[in-house]
Protein backbone atom coordinates (compact mmCIF):
# COMPACT_ATOMS: atom_id res chain seq x y z
CA UNK A 1 0.00 0.00 0.00
CA UNK A 2 1.35 3.26 -1.15
CA UNK A 3 1.87 5.80 2.17
CA UNK A 4 -0.10 9.02 1.85
CA UNK A 5 2.25 12.13 2.63
CA UNK A 6 0.67 14.81 4.93
CA UNK A 7 3.49 16.96 5.29
CA UNK A 8 6.43 17.66 3.02
CA UNK A 9 9.49 19.70 3.60
CA UNK A 10 11.17 20.79 0.07
CA UNK A 11 14.85 22.17 0.34
CA UNK A 12 13.84 24.00 3.73
CA UNK A 13 16.48 26.01 5.19
CA UNK A 14 16.89 28.39 8.45
CA UNK A 15 18.75 30.92 8.92
CA UNK A 16 18.58 32.94 13.09
CA UNK A 17 19.15 36.64 11.63
CA UNK A 18 21.43 37.94 14.98
CA UNK A 19 21.99 41.75 13.57
CA UNK A 20 23.62 43.49 11.15
CA UNK A 21 24.53 41.53 8.36
CA UNK A 22 25.10 38.36 9.86
CA UNK A 23 22.76 34.92 9.41
CA UNK A 24 23.35 31.94 11.48
CA UNK A 25 22.97 29.02 9.52
CA UNK A 26 20.78 26.73 11.71
CA UNK A 27 18.98 24.62 9.18
CA UNK A 28 20.87 23.15 6.01
CA UNK A 29 18.53 21.58 2.75
CA UNK A 30 16.01 19.59 4.13
CA UNK A 31 13.90 17.26 2.77
CA UNK A 32 11.84 15.57 4.42
CA UNK A 33 8.02 13.69 4.14
CA UNK A 34 6.04 12.87 7.05
CA UNK A 35 3.51 9.88 6.75
CA UNK A 36 -0.15 9.39 7.54
CA UNK A 37 -0.01 6.92 10.79
CA UNK A 38 3.61 7.57 11.57
CA UNK A 39 5.27 8.39 14.86
CA UNK A 40 8.31 9.68 14.02
CA UNK A 41 10.45 11.35 16.65
CA UNK A 42 13.55 13.52 15.97
CA UNK A 43 16.65 13.31 17.66
CA UNK A 44 19.68 15.32 17.59
CA UNK A 45 22.38 16.76 20.27
CA UNK A 46 21.41 20.08 21.98
CA UNK A 47 21.29 23.00 19.50
CA UNK A 48 21.08 21.02 16.68
CA UNK A 49 18.09 22.41 15.71
CA UNK A 50 15.05 20.11 15.86
CA UNK A 51 12.78 22.51 18.10
CA UNK A 52 12.93 24.47 15.06
CA UNK A 53 12.51 22.20 12.77
CA UNK A 54 9.47 21.25 14.62
CA UNK A 55 8.47 24.85 14.56
CA UNK A 56 8.49 25.24 11.53
CA UNK A 57 6.25 21.91 10.64
CA UNK A 58 3.79 23.90 12.79
CA UNK A 59 4.10 26.79 10.73
CA UNK A 60 5.00 28.75 13.93
CA UNK A 61 8.46 29.79 12.67
CA UNK A 62 8.79 30.48 9.24
CA UNK A 63 11.74 29.35 6.40
CA UNK A 64 14.37 31.39 5.16
CA UNK A 65 14.18 29.20 2.09
CA UNK A 66 12.17 26.52 0.58
CA UNK A 67 8.56 25.24 0.61
CA UNK A 68 6.39 23.32 3.80
CA UNK A 69 2.94 21.85 2.36
CA UNK A 70 0.21 19.91 4.09
CA UNK A 71 -2.07 17.43 2.39
CA UNK A 72 0.11 18.97 -0.82
CA UNK A 73 -1.00 22.53 0.34
CA UNK A 74 1.59 25.25 1.25
CA UNK A 75 0.62 27.41 3.83
CA UNK A 76 1.44 30.77 5.29
CA UNK A 77 1.10 30.78 9.05
CA UNK A 78 0.20 28.28 11.06
CA UNK A 79 -0.13 24.41 10.04
CA UNK A 80 -4.29 24.25 9.51
CA UNK A 81 -3.32 20.74 10.57
CA UNK A 82 -1.22 20.83 13.44
CA UNK A 83 -1.65 21.06 16.70
CA UNK A 84 1.30 21.55 19.96
CA UNK A 85 2.39 20.44 23.27
CA UNK A 86 5.26 22.60 24.83
CA UNK A 87 7.69 21.21 27.59
CA UNK A 88 6.85 24.13 29.30
CA UNK A 89 3.45 22.95 28.95
CA UNK A 90 2.69 26.68 28.37
CA UNK A 91 -1.32 26.75 30.30
CA UNK A 92 -2.81 30.27 31.21
CA UNK A 93 -2.23 30.32 35.12
CA UNK A 94 -5.79 32.67 34.88
CA UNK A 95 -7.67 29.90 33.10
CA UNK A 96 -9.02 27.14 34.56
CA UNK A 97 -8.26 23.65 32.88
CA UNK A 98 -11.70 24.30 30.90
CA UNK A 99 -10.77 27.20 29.75
CA UNK A 100 -7.16 26.59 28.99
CA UNK A 101 -8.47 23.36 27.02
CA UNK A 102 -10.88 25.57 25.05
CA UNK A 103 -8.43 27.63 23.72
CA UNK A 104 -7.45 25.17 21.81
CA UNK A 105 -10.29 25.84 19.82
CA UNK A 106 -9.84 29.43 20.29
CA UNK A 107 -9.51 29.14 16.40
CA UNK A 108 -12.74 27.81 14.95
CA UNK A 109 -15.77 28.56 14.26
CA UNK A 110 -17.95 26.19 16.47
CA UNK A 111 -20.66 27.53 18.85
CA UNK A 112 -19.69 28.15 22.35
CA UNK A 113 -21.58 25.44 23.78
CA UNK A 114 -20.37 22.84 21.08
CA UNK A 115 -16.75 23.90 22.19
CA UNK A 116 -17.39 23.20 25.83
CA UNK A 117 -18.78 19.79 25.25
CA UNK A 118 -15.92 19.27 23.12
CA UNK A 119 -13.38 20.42 26.10
CA UNK A 120 -14.89 18.23 28.17
CA UNK A 121 -14.73 15.07 26.60
CA UNK A 122 -11.20 15.68 26.17
CA UNK A 123 -10.48 16.53 29.53
CA UNK A 124 -12.08 13.07 30.35
CA UNK A 125 -9.85 11.69 27.35
CA UNK A 126 -6.78 12.62 28.82
CA UNK A 127 -7.43 11.71 32.23
CA UNK A 128 -8.67 14.97 34.14
CA UNK A 129 -12.27 14.28 34.75
CA UNK A 130 -13.42 16.14 37.73
CA UNK A 131 -10.49 18.94 37.70
CA UNK A 132 -12.51 21.09 34.87
CA UNK A 133 -12.39 24.31 37.20
CA UNK A 134 -8.99 23.77 38.87
CA UNK A 135 -6.26 26.10 37.86
CA UNK A 136 -2.99 25.33 36.36
CA UNK A 137 -1.05 26.11 39.94
CA UNK A 138 -3.34 23.38 41.87
CA UNK A 139 -2.19 20.58 39.46
CA UNK A 140 0.53 18.46 39.28
CA UNK A 141 3.54 18.87 36.86
CA UNK A 142 1.80 15.88 35.19
CA UNK A 143 -1.31 17.14 35.24
CA UNK A 144 -0.56 20.25 33.80
CA UNK A 145 1.02 18.49 30.49
CA UNK A 146 -2.55 16.75 30.65
CA UNK A 147 -3.80 19.82 30.02
CA UNK A 148 -1.59 21.12 27.05
CA UNK A 149 -2.26 17.62 25.61
CA UNK A 150 -5.60 18.12 25.75
CA UNK A 151 -5.83 21.60 24.32
CA UNK A 152 -3.82 20.32 21.76
CA UNK A 153 -6.12 17.17 21.41
CA UNK A 154 -9.46 19.06 21.03
CA UNK A 155 -9.02 20.19 17.86
CA UNK A 156 -8.64 16.42 16.46
CA UNK A 157 -5.83 17.99 14.68
CA UNK A 158 -4.31 15.69 12.11
CA UNK A 159 -0.88 16.01 13.22
CA UNK A 160 0.05 16.02 17.13
CA UNK A 161 3.62 17.78 17.56
CA UNK A 162 5.51 17.51 20.96
CA UNK A 163 8.17 19.65 21.97
CA UNK A 164 9.92 17.45 24.73
CA UNK A 165 6.50 17.18 26.26
CA UNK A 166 7.91 14.52 29.13
CA UNK A 167 11.05 16.35 30.14
CA UNK A 168 10.04 18.77 32.72
CA UNK A 169 8.33 15.33 34.17
CA UNK A 170 9.22 13.02 36.97
CA UNK A 171 10.27 9.38 35.87
CA UNK A 172 7.31 7.95 36.72
CA UNK A 173 4.55 10.69 34.98
CA UNK A 174 6.58 10.68 32.16
CA UNK A 175 6.07 6.82 32.31
CA UNK A 176 2.47 7.00 32.87
CA UNK A 177 1.64 10.16 30.41
CA UNK A 178 4.11 8.16 27.58
CA UNK A 179 1.37 5.15 28.02
CA UNK A 180 -1.38 6.41 27.67
CA UNK A 181 -0.73 8.90 24.70
CA UNK A 182 0.70 5.68 23.08
CA UNK A 183 -2.83 4.01 23.68
CA UNK A 184 -4.89 6.99 22.33
CA UNK A 185 -3.05 6.55 19.43
CA UNK A 186 -3.05 2.78 18.72
CA UNK A 187 -6.04 2.06 19.87
CA UNK A 188 -7.12 4.87 18.05
CA UNK A 189 -9.26 6.67 20.59
CA UNK A 190 -8.31 10.49 18.99
CA UNK A 191 -8.43 11.27 15.35
CA UNK A 192 -4.79 12.24 14.78
CA UNK A 193 -3.03 10.84 12.06
CA UNK A 194 0.40 11.52 12.54
CA UNK A 195 2.46 12.34 15.29
CA UNK A 196 5.69 14.33 15.39
CA UNK A 197 7.95 14.37 18.71
CA UNK A 198 11.28 16.10 19.48
CA UNK A 199 13.03 13.96 21.92
CA UNK A 200 16.44 14.18 23.63
CA UNK A 201 15.76 10.44 24.96
CA UNK A 202 16.95 7.62 22.62
CA UNK A 203 15.30 5.27 25.12
CA UNK A 204 11.81 7.25 24.85
CA UNK A 205 12.43 7.43 21.17
CA UNK A 206 12.55 3.87 20.44
CA UNK A 207 9.79 3.38 22.87
CA UNK A 208 7.10 5.22 21.04
CA UNK A 209 8.36 5.81 17.32
CA UNK A 210 7.45 4.05 14.99
CA UNK A 211 10.57 5.92 12.11
CA UNK A 212 13.62 8.31 14.34
CA UNK A 213 15.57 11.17 12.64
CA UNK A 214 18.40 11.95 13.88
CA UNK A 215 19.56 15.59 13.21
CA UNK A 216 22.82 16.87 13.54
CA UNK A 217 25.81 19.17 12.23
CA UNK A 218 25.86 22.91 11.92
CA UNK A 219 23.60 23.48 9.81
CA UNK A 220 21.67 20.83 10.99
CA UNK A 221 20.85 17.70 8.53
CA UNK A 222 18.99 14.81 8.56
CA UNK A 223 21.83 12.08 9.43
CA UNK A 224 19.81 9.43 10.54
CA UNK A 225 16.29 8.62 9.05
CA UNK A 226 15.51 4.91 10.56
CA UNK A 227 12.21 2.42 10.76
CA UNK A 228 11.64 0.87 14.22
CA UNK A 229 9.98 -2.19 13.37
CA UNK A 230 9.37 -3.33 16.87
CA UNK A 231 5.93 -4.53 18.09
CA UNK A 232 3.94 -2.75 20.48
CA UNK A 233 4.26 -2.51 23.39
CA UNK A 234 7.60 -2.73 23.41
CA UNK A 235 10.03 -4.54 26.31
CA UNK A 236 12.86 -2.28 27.18
CA UNK A 237 14.99 -5.28 28.43
CA UNK A 238 14.68 -7.09 25.28
CA UNK A 239 17.84 -7.62 23.18
CA UNK A 240 16.46 -6.13 20.08
CA UNK A 241 15.36 -3.02 22.06
CA UNK A 242 18.39 -2.58 23.56
CA UNK A 243 20.56 -3.54 20.42
CA UNK A 244 18.66 -0.13 18.69
CA UNK A 245 19.33 1.74 21.85
CA UNK A 246 22.87 0.95 20.99
CA UNK A 247 22.99 2.23 17.63
CA UNK A 248 21.65 5.40 18.04
CA UNK A 249 23.80 6.32 20.47
CA UNK A 250 26.95 5.52 18.45
CA UNK A 251 24.98 7.44 15.48
CA UNK A 252 24.76 10.52 18.24
CA UNK A 253 27.71 10.45 19.23
CA UNK A 254 29.59 10.17 15.60
CA UNK A 255 31.33 12.83 14.74
CA UNK A 256 31.78 13.48 11.21
CA UNK A 257 34.26 16.23 9.48
CA UNK A 258 32.30 19.66 9.65
CA UNK A 259 29.49 18.10 12.12
CA UNK A 260 30.17 21.03 14.64
CA UNK A 261 29.95 24.34 14.08
CA UNK A 262 32.95 25.93 12.95
CA UNK A 263 33.36 29.62 13.84
CA UNK A 264 35.85 31.85 12.62
CA UNK A 265 38.76 33.89 14.06
CA UNK A 266 40.85 36.65 13.03
CA UNK A 267 43.27 34.87 10.84
CA UNK A 268 40.81 32.68 9.66
CA UNK A 269 41.89 30.43 11.96
CA UNK A 270 38.22 27.88 12.30
CA UNK A 271 37.18 25.99 15.61
CA UNK A 272 34.43 23.73 16.82
CA UNK A 273 31.94 24.99 19.07
CA UNK A 274 32.88 23.43 22.71
CA UNK A 275 30.54 20.98 24.51
CA UNK A 276 29.13 22.40 28.00
CA UNK A 277 30.90 20.74 30.92
CA UNK A 278 32.97 22.12 33.61
CA UNK A 279 36.52 20.46 34.38
CA UNK A 280 35.33 18.83 37.61
CA UNK A 281 32.99 17.07 35.49
CA UNK A 282 35.50 16.18 33.14
CA UNK A 283 37.77 14.86 35.64
CA UNK A 284 35.20 12.91 37.56
CA UNK A 285 34.23 11.24 34.58
CA UNK A 286 37.37 10.31 33.69
CA UNK A 287 38.16 8.76 36.83
CA UNK A 288 34.97 6.51 36.41
CA UNK A 289 36.14 5.16 33.14
CA UNK A 290 39.39 4.46 34.23
CA UNK A 291 37.69 2.79 37.32
CA UNK A 292 35.59 0.87 35.12
CA UNK A 293 38.90 -0.19 33.36
CA UNK A 294 37.99 -1.34 30.47
CA UNK A 295 36.06 -0.28 27.18
CA UNK A 296 32.17 0.28 28.14
CA UNK A 297 28.68 0.78 26.42
CA UNK A 298 28.02 3.74 26.08
CA UNK A 299 24.38 3.23 26.72
CA UNK A 300 25.00 1.02 29.44
CA UNK A 301 27.63 3.73 31.11
CA UNK A 302 24.52 6.43 30.62
CA UNK A 303 22.44 4.33 32.19
CA UNK A 304 24.90 3.78 35.16
CA UNK A 305 25.32 7.11 35.97
CA UNK A 306 21.68 7.63 35.73
CA UNK A 307 22.22 10.42 32.93
CA UNK A 308 20.09 11.20 30.09
CA UNK A 309 21.58 11.85 26.96
CA UNK A 310 21.26 15.39 27.31
CA UNK A 311 23.54 15.53 30.38
CA UNK A 312 26.06 13.06 28.78
CA UNK A 313 26.93 13.63 25.55
CA UNK A 314 28.47 17.08 26.68
CA UNK A 315 30.85 15.52 29.05
CA UNK A 316 31.70 12.30 26.33
CA UNK A 317 31.95 15.34 23.98
CA UNK A 318 34.61 17.01 26.49
CA UNK A 319 36.70 13.77 26.98
CA UNK A 320 36.77 13.33 23.02
CA UNK A 321 37.81 16.55 21.85
CA UNK A 322 40.32 16.94 24.60
CA UNK A 323 41.59 13.26 23.79
CA UNK A 324 41.42 12.15 26.87
CA UNK A 325 38.78 9.36 25.98
CA UNK A 326 37.68 8.01 22.32
CA UNK A 327 34.64 6.64 21.01
CA UNK A 328 34.48 4.05 18.71
CA UNK A 329 31.04 2.07 17.40
CA UNK A 330 29.34 2.80 20.43
CA UNK A 331 32.06 2.04 23.19
CA UNK A 332 34.32 4.24 24.80
CA UNK A 333 37.59 4.29 26.09
CA UNK A 334 40.59 5.95 28.07
CA UNK A 335 43.12 7.21 25.78
CA UNK A 336 46.83 6.35 26.91
CA UNK A 337 46.67 10.49 27.93
CA UNK A 338 43.13 9.85 29.97
CA UNK A 339 44.79 7.09 31.47
CA UNK A 340 47.89 8.96 32.63
CA UNK A 341 45.04 12.03 33.66
CA UNK A 342 43.18 10.04 35.75
CA UNK A 343 45.78 8.24 37.64
CA UNK A 344 48.18 11.48 37.93
CA UNK A 345 48.26 14.07 40.92
CA UNK A 346 46.61 16.77 41.17
CA UNK A 347 49.39 18.83 40.10
CA UNK A 348 50.02 16.64 36.96
CA UNK A 349 46.60 17.05 36.10
CA UNK A 350 46.74 20.57 35.61
CA UNK A 351 49.69 20.22 33.16
CA UNK A 352 48.12 17.51 31.50
CA UNK A 353 45.01 18.82 31.01
CA UNK A 354 46.84 22.42 29.73
CA UNK A 355 48.71 19.82 26.82
CA UNK A 356 45.63 18.80 25.83
CA UNK A 357 44.03 22.01 26.07
CA UNK A 358 46.02 24.03 24.15
CA UNK A 359 46.51 21.19 21.52
CA UNK A 360 43.15 20.40 20.47
CA UNK A 361 40.89 23.61 21.56
CA UNK A 362 42.30 26.07 19.06
CA UNK A 363 40.30 29.33 20.84
CA UNK A 364 42.39 28.24 23.84
CA UNK A 365 45.60 28.59 22.37
CA UNK A 366 44.32 31.38 20.43
CA UNK A 367 43.30 33.44 23.28
CA UNK A 368 46.71 32.47 24.80
CA UNK A 369 48.62 33.80 21.73
CA UNK A 370 46.87 37.05 22.31
CA UNK A 371 47.33 37.69 25.88
CA UNK A 372 50.78 37.03 25.43
CA UNK A 373 51.35 39.08 22.55
CA UNK A 374 50.40 41.85 25.28
CA UNK A 375 52.73 44.20 27.29
CA UNK A 376 50.48 44.07 29.77
CA UNK A 377 48.99 40.02 29.37
CA UNK A 378 45.41 41.64 29.44
CA UNK A 379 42.80 41.63 27.81
CA UNK A 380 39.21 42.96 28.01
CA UNK A 381 36.59 39.63 27.67
CA UNK A 382 34.40 42.09 25.18
CA UNK A 383 37.19 41.59 22.26
CA UNK A 384 36.32 37.66 22.49
CA UNK A 385 32.95 38.32 22.83
CA UNK A 386 32.67 40.61 19.93
CA UNK A 387 34.89 37.74 17.71
CA UNK A 388 32.38 35.31 18.77
CA UNK A 389 29.19 37.56 18.36
CA UNK A 390 29.29 37.23 14.58
CA UNK A 391 28.86 33.24 14.40
CA UNK A 392 27.06 32.65 17.26
CA UNK A 393 23.96 33.47 19.09
CA UNK A 394 24.28 35.63 22.70
CA UNK A 395 23.55 32.92 25.07
CA UNK A 396 26.28 30.51 23.21
CA UNK A 397 28.85 33.37 23.16
CA UNK A 398 28.42 33.06 26.98
CA UNK A 399 28.34 29.70 27.46
CA UNK A 400 31.26 29.31 25.00
CA UNK A 401 33.27 32.11 26.72
CA UNK A 402 32.52 30.50 30.31
CA UNK A 403 33.70 27.10 29.25
CA UNK A 404 36.77 27.95 28.21
CA UNK A 405 37.57 29.80 31.44
CA UNK A 406 36.58 27.44 33.71
CA UNK A 407 39.34 25.14 31.10
CA UNK A 408 41.19 27.73 31.22
CA UNK A 409 41.84 28.57 34.81
CA UNK A 410 41.65 24.80 36.05
CA UNK A 411 44.23 24.17 33.70
CA UNK A 412 46.30 27.07 34.85
CA UNK A 413 47.01 28.52 31.53
CA UNK A 414 45.00 31.55 31.91
CA UNK A 415 42.78 33.28 34.71
CA UNK A 416 39.99 35.47 34.72
CA UNK A 417 39.49 38.61 36.66
CA UNK A 418 35.46 38.99 37.17
CA UNK A 419 35.95 42.04 38.32
CA UNK A 420 37.66 44.46 35.82
CA UNK A 421 36.15 41.27 33.11
CA UNK A 422 39.87 40.72 31.91
CA UNK A 423 41.20 37.60 31.03
CA UNK A 424 45.05 37.72 32.11
CA UNK A 425 48.47 35.63 32.60
CA UNK A 426 49.69 34.49 35.75
N1 LIG B 1 14.64 32.94 17.87
C1 LIG B 1 15.93 32.62 17.74
N2 LIG B 1 16.83 33.55 17.36
C2 LIG B 1 18.15 33.24 17.22
N3 LIG B 1 18.65 31.99 17.41
C3 LIG B 1 17.80 31.05 17.77
C4 LIG B 1 16.39 31.29 17.97
N4 LIG B 1 15.78 30.13 18.33
C5 LIG B 1 16.76 29.20 18.37
N5 LIG B 1 17.95 29.75 18.04
C6 LIG B 1 19.23 29.03 17.92
O1 LIG B 1 19.07 28.03 16.93
C7 LIG B 1 19.79 26.86 17.30
C8 LIG B 1 18.85 25.68 17.30
O2 LIG B 1 17.89 25.84 18.34
P1 LIG B 1 16.76 24.76 18.63
O3 LIG B 1 16.04 25.22 19.86
O4 LIG B 1 15.98 24.51 17.40
O5 LIG B 1 17.65 23.48 18.94
P2 LIG B 1 17.23 22.14 19.66
O6 LIG B 1 17.92 21.06 18.93
O7 LIG B 1 15.75 22.05 19.80
O8 LIG B 1 17.90 22.38 21.07
P3 LIG B 1 17.48 21.82 22.50
O9 LIG B 1 17.57 20.35 22.36
O10 LIG B 1 18.54 22.38 23.40
O11 LIG B 1 16.11 22.31 22.79
C9 LIG B 1 20.40 27.15 18.66
O12 LIG B 1 21.72 27.55 18.43
C10 LIG B 1 19.60 28.29 19.20
O13 LIG B 1 20.36 29.08 20.08
Avoid: C
Avoid at 276 to 283: P, R, Y
Amino acid sequence: MNKQTLIELKNVQKKWDVGGSNAIPVLASINLSIYVGEFLAILGPSGSGKSTLLRIIAGLTPVTAGKVTYLGQEYQGVNPGAAMVFQSFALFPWLTVLENVMMGLEASSMPAEAKREKALHAIDMIGLDGFENAYPKELSGGMQQRVGLGRALVSDPDVLLMDEPFSALDVLTAENLRRDILELWRDKKIPTKTIIMVTHGIEEAVYMADRILVVSGSPARINTDMAVALPHWRDKTAPAFISLVDKLYSLMMKREAGDTRKISLPEDKEMAAIPHVSAGALTGFLELLEDLNEKTDLYKLADRFMMDSEDFFPIVDGATLLKFAKVLDGDIELTPEGVRFAQASVLERKELFRTQLVENVPAASKILAILQSKSNKRMNIEFFEDTLASSFPPSEVKSYLDILIDWGRYAELFAYDEQSRQLFLE
